[in-house]
Nanobody, 121 residues
Framework: QVQLVESGGGLVQPGGSLRLSCAVS????????MAWYRQAPGKQRELVAG???????SYGDSVKGRFTVSRDNAKRTVVLQMNSLKPEDTAVYYC???????????????WGQGTQVTVSS
């Protein structure tokens, strides 16, 4: 069974840093786009950052210049480095990935269980 396993959330003071990791577990053929989304209480889920297999990235406007997304295709992981954190970054962060399980180039979309990030003094 394919799962996205997230780690690295927690409590940090404003201005601090956190590093989120997401690993794909289970038997798969390949991953395409991998991304991080977040959802704060009472708000819709929003894109934080995405990265294609080739390394092309995209970021939500509110995190540009502060967050960096990267991936390791061999290890099947995606990492979100978050710097200069603000209280408004507080949310549950979700890993997302398009996965081809069988080598058919048909990708299904998967979500992780989410990890809480709290920015507070």
């Amino acid at each position: 069974q394919v799962q996205l396993v997230e780690s690295g959330g927690g409590l940090v003071q404003p201005g601090g840093s956190l590093r989120l990791s997401c690993a794909v577990s289970g038997n798969i053929f390949s991953t395409n786009r991998m991304a991080w989304y977040r959802q704060a209480p009472g708000k819709q889920r929003e894109l934080v950052a995405g990265i294609n297999r080739s390394g092309s990235t995209s970021y939500g406007d509110s995190v540009k210049g502060r967050f960096t997304v990267s991936r390791d295709n061999a290890k099947r992981t995606v990492v979100l480095q978050m710097n200069s954190l603000k209280p408004e970054d507080t949310a549950v962060y979700y890993c997302n990935a398009d996965i081809d399980k069988y080598g058919t180039t048909r990708y299904n979309n998967y979500w992780g269980q989410g990890t809480q990030v709290t920015v507070s003094s």
